[in-house]
């Protein structure tokens, strides 16, 4: 602290800083630089932003160009203004020590809003970074700044001074800032690494989709957690003063998330046996639909309703779950059953089930369709047609189909469905006193409930 209230300008130098006229028209220069960038820019933005809307221009170096220069047009409006008057005033004879820094910091503030917007759209241009792009920027600029003024070694000093003993290690506001700082490059690099490892992988046409995720997975993991360690030693964190922090810290995640943990690892579990792949139809309890995508906690099945389910990792470890199309066979049979009059010819019928799913299109030749006389219900006789599709996903439309044709064609045939029947015979008795509905009467009096008190005998006189 005494070392940067000694580096600090004693008041004689700055009352000759202020009353000499150079640093008023710097000061005037600089001002109406910010006022004629902002004029500028709300006439040329406005332009900018309808270049930009889909449609256009087209998505690619373009349009991201123009919008990168949307971003940085202000501050480099405004570099272009002092830049344009430290020439005229140096060449009257002037002196630029104001306008000079404030040139650079200008342009610095242009480069650094453009870099960042280049790495987030490298990223993903929706993804969180976006709400962390103005932080970002911020930050780098500032410590840009302090390096070009040469303040930063006074900041650091300043800052390390506050510190605090957590047991034997010295932890300062220093460290800890150089810590978020470090953390937040080392992550925005392994990221970008990530990201681009990714990119690699998924054009690769070797590997399968469930290796792809798990490869990209891994590497995305492996990455940051280097970059967490980097991030620590290029703070001055001991690393090893948080071993025992450390091993509590394991026990009771894996005491506390014990779900999650298992989440986790049964999916590396699910992508490397490869029983379950993006674009497979499944089924699981209640819920049937295309696996859209695999994660390390879940999975994302899309039904046939336009629902996303989430279903964890751990739920297709322990439960029985049926795959449409495991091991890329997406051909299924459809049973069909149907159910004739006693009065009509099985074998017919059976030879028009079998003709009217051959001349049905998404019906499989091959294998082929099959009829079969299945046994003698209560009401008539029980057929089954078997059918073969290459789609789970048209089932109930083939069902809905084939039955409304089998309706059709038996109809024209003559040939019936039954439904249920039931003869009730009402028999008469002659004798009166022996009917059930007597027998039953007289049951009921006789009984203890139906029967009634006896009368008490009266006594004699």
Known sequence: MQALLDALPSSEIIRDFLNSPSTWIQVGVFLAGILVAKLIGHWILP??????????????????AVRTGALALVPLLLWLWLLTFSAVLRKNGWDTDLLRPAMILA???????????????SFNPGGPLKAWEGVLTVTIWTLVALHILGWLPWVQQLLDDYAFMFGNVR???LNVVSFVLSIAAMLLFALWLSNAIRNWISRSRVLEDSMKIVLSKLAKFTLLTLAVLAAMMAAGIDITAFAVFGGALGVGLGLGLQRIVSNLLSGFILVFEGSIRPGDVISIGDTYGTVRSLHTR????????????????ENLLTTDITNWSYAGDHKIRLRLPVQISYSDDPEQALKRLDRLAREYAPVLPDPPPQAFLMGFGDNGVNLELRVWIGDPDIRGTVRSELYMRIWNDFRAAGISFPFPQRDVYIKEFRDKEASPARARSGNRAGSARGRKRATPAKPPD
Do not use: Y
């Open 107 to 121: 342009g610095a503030l242009a480069l650094i809003r453009m870099g960042v917007f280049v790495l987030r759209h």
């Open 171 to 173: 932890v300062s506001l």
């Open 298 to 313: 879940h999975i994302v099945i899309h039904t046939r309703d336009g629902l996303d389910i989430l279903v964890p990792n």
């Open 47 to 64: 332009r900018l932003r309808t270049m930009t809307r889909p449609g256009v221009i087209v998505e690619g170096v373009s349009r991201t």
